[in-house]
């Protein structure tokens, strides 16, 4: 089975900078979705960001131009780059992944929940 693992999450000051890495392990087809989600106390759970095999990535409106996915095939991994953090981005962040059906990987994880995750990593920022 697919094993993902996050890290990279700790307490920051409103305005700084994290990076979250979530290493992959057992993820043998060519085409599948990964993605960055978070749940804070109380709320649902919402998408963050999503990427492709092909490399195409989509953020949610809320962190657009303030964090960035990216992969790294040769070493399984996936990371998420947080710049200008605000307290409303406090939440415990997942990874997840799920094979390629044919739609956006964005639009995929509306459908239907990605079939593997991780067990989370905290982030917390304070004003």
């Known amino acids: 089975q697919v094993q993902l693992m996050e890290s990279g999450g700790g307490s920051v000051q409103a305005g700084g900078s994290l990076r979250l890495s979530c290493a992959a392990s057992r993820l043998t087809s060519s085409n599948y979705c990964m993605g960055w989600f978070r749940r804070a106390p109380g709320k649902e759970r919402e998408v963050v960001a999503t990427i492709s095999t092909f490399g195409t990535t989509t953020y949610t409106n809320s962190v657009e131009g303030r964090f960035t996915i990216s992969q790294d095939n040769a070493k399984n991994t996936l990371y998420l780059e947080m710049n200008s953090l605000k307290p409303e981005d406090t939440a415990m962040y997942y990874c997840?992944?799920?094979?390629?059906?044919?739609?956006?990987?964005?639009?995929?994880?509306?459908?239907?929940?990605?079939?593997?995750w991780g067990q989370g990593t905290q982030v917390t920022v304070s004003s």
């Open positions: 997840a992944a799920d094979l390629w059906v044919g739609r956006s990987c964005y639009t995929q994880s509306f459908i239907q929940a990605y079939k593997w």
